[in-house]
């Protein structure tokens, strides 16, 4: 059993110990795992991620502590980086913690605390479960939804909470008493004795996590984005100096954004309806244009071929429009007056070749389509009147070759 030092004291940072075991918790754990007589490591557990630091071996050689484990059996393991040179167990260490990884973490768990505790006191909304993640942190709240204005409600708030600097307390109480103080959420019926986190006079939980010593640590809560999970609403929000980070970071995109724009910041949004606006209707454009030009291209190609055995047969290679104008071109050729056969290609990589026929034309487009492409390793197909394939790219292939092997077939 590991005594926890950090549950009396969030800020120690540098203890004394010994090595009781070296265990690693699973058979295909490679590195190795240290158990000390006592720590001020935290352990990945109630949402909140490990510790990371240096175990200095009897003075002398240092080793980095990469991962920090709870065993559920009441052992702390300890992962190294690397092995240790020397004999590691009964050798003194001196534990060191990194703090200001620390330091995030207590400010993000305390700002949940106070976070979840104002969803439940605005709009008895209740935390079913926290996640700290290495960029932000959530809370799955047991609610279908959430608008806009509740999550506002619940940022000023936990912000005043924040503002007023309010002491928590850590203190110990039996399972009775717990059930008597009316906690924000009790835990399972596992242990006798529970530790619990106060946030004078707004919250009681009982949690085993590091935690500031009064609200005003935390900084800020700033809370991001939300989204409909199994359970509930998934609220991401970050605390302290991630709040910080995090609206420099987005003060950054936003700034580039405005510049490109030649805007103020908060016009950002408007310059973008606008040049979506903008850009939808020039597609519009372009496609009608396209469309127009493939109309006379088609009616021009079938004006310049004479007619033989009752229909024409137009042949056209693109080398500079994509397989999509080819297609438009087919369509336009073969639904003009006069029976006919379009043989397209589209030169620009990966080549593509489209194979159309007036509906209930006499000949196979399939067909004809998978044998010509066979022979160059394409693939494509489709139905007697309309096929559409292609080769794959960089394969150098003459689509011009293949449109004169296809029109030789059919007889043209
Ligand atoms: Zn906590």
Redesign the pocket.
């Known amino acids: 059993m590991t005594k926890r030092l950090y549950y009396d004291s969030s800020e120690l940072c540098e203890f004394d110990s010994v090595v009781e075991e070296v265990a690693p918790l699973s058979p295909d754990e490679s590195r190795p795992g240290l158990i000390l007589r006592e720590t001020a490591f935290y352990p990945t557990s109630?949402g909140?991620v490990h510790d990371t630091g240096w175990l200095t071996l009897d003075g002398a050689e240092r080793l980095r502590v990469t991962e920090v484990a709870d065993a559920e059996d009441g052992r702390i393991v300890h992962y190294l980086e690397a092995p240790a040179t020397m004999p590691l167990v009964g050798a003194a260490v001196r534990g060191c913690i990194d703090l200001e990884r620390r330091r995030d973490h207590m400010q993000q768990?305390?700002g949940?605390?106070v976070l979840s505790a104002a969803f439940l006191e605005l709009y008895q909304m209740q935390t079913v479960s926290f996640h700290m993640g290495e960029d932000y942190c959530s809370i799955d709240l047991e609610t279908p939804s959430l608008t806009s204005g509740q999550i506002a409600g619940a940022e000023k708030r936990a912000n005043q909470i924040v503002f007023e600097n309010r002491p928590l307390r850590i203190r110990y109480v039996s399972r009775a008493e717990a059930e008597r103080l009316g906690l924000r959420k009790l835990p399972p019926a596992e242990r006798d004795e529970l530790r619990l986190?106060e946030v004078a006079d707004f919250d009681l939980?009982a949690?085993g996590?590091t935690?500031v010593s009064a609200s005003g640590q935390i900084g800020s809560i700033l809370l991001r984005k939300t989204e409909k999970v199994r359970q509930g609403t998934r609220v991401e929000f970050v605390c302290g100096e991630r709040a910080v980070r995090m609206a420099r970071r987005d003060y950054i995109s936003l700034s580039e954004a405005a510049a490109l724009f030649s805007a103020k910041l908060w016009d950002v949004p408007d310059q973008i309806r606008k040049s979506v606006e903008q850009s939808k209707l020039t597609r519009k454009q372009y496609d009608d244009a396209l469309d127009q030009l493939a109309e006379l291209m088609a009616l021009a190609a079938l004006k310049d071929q004479p007619e033989t055995n009752g229909r024409k047969i137009v042949v056209r290679a693109f080398s500079h429009r994509d397989i999509s104008y080819a297609k438009l071109f087919a369509q336009k050729v073969t639904r003009a007056a006069v029976p006919s056969i379009a043989l397209v290609a589209s030169a620009v990589d990966p080549p593509g070749l489209v194979f159309a026929q007036t509906v209930g034309g006499s000949a196979d487009m399939g067909a004809l389509l998978k044998h010509v492409l066979s022979s160059v390793g394409g693939r494509g197909g489709g139905s007697r009147d309309f096929a559409q394939g292609g080769v794959p790219a960089g394969c150098n292939v003459n689509v011009e070759q293949l449109l004169r092997e296809a029109a030789g077939t059919i007889g043209a």
Request: aromatic letters at 0%; hydrophobic letters at 10%.
């Open positions: 109630g909140q768990h305390s949940q605390h986190v939980s949690c996590g935690h």
